[in-house]
């Protein structure tokens, strides 16, 4: 059974820094991409980030790229969100799913790549 807990939201000003964990259990997920993604208040589901398996290949969605780093370190079976320069538009709840494949696929973007999903961590940026 794959597990992935989320951790590190929270309440932050705008222009701060959050940093979310996942933590994954039940498989080793150095085979897998991971991604992120992010659901606003009355907004449907988004793309974030991913990674590959082994951290080679990074893709970011536009709205935080600059500003957000995906990592990971599969000897720990975690994976990092790092964001930077946090505006209101960035509060929603943060997911991470698990990827069927190593790589990063033209369909990252799409929930439908992901077999597995964390339950989520609160991110609000107060203005």
């Known amino acids: 059974q794959v597990q992935l807990v989320e951790s590190g939201g929270g309440l932050v000003q705008a222009g701060g820094s959050l940093r979310l964990s996942c933590a994954a259990s039940?498989?080793?997920?150095?085979?897998?991409?991971v991604g992120w993604f992010r659901q606003a208040p009355g907004k449907e589901r988004e793309f974030v980030a991913a990674i590959s398996g082994l951290g080679l290949t990074k893709y970011y969605a536009d709205s935080v790229k600059g500003r957000f780093t995906i990592s990971r370190d599969n000897d720990k079976n975690t994976m990092y969100l790092q964001m930077n320069s946090l505006g209101p538009e960035d509060t929603a709840v943060y997911y991470c799913?698990?990827?069927?494949?190593?790589?990063?696929?033209?369909?990252?973007?799409?929930?439908?790549?992901?077999?597995?999903w964390g339950q989520g961590t609160q991110v609000t940026v107060s203005s």
């Open positions: 799913a698990l990827d069927r494949l190593p790589v990063i696929a033209q369909t990252v973007v799409q929930e439908r790549q992901y077999d597995y």
């Open positions: 039940g498989r080793t997920i150095s085979r897998y991409a």
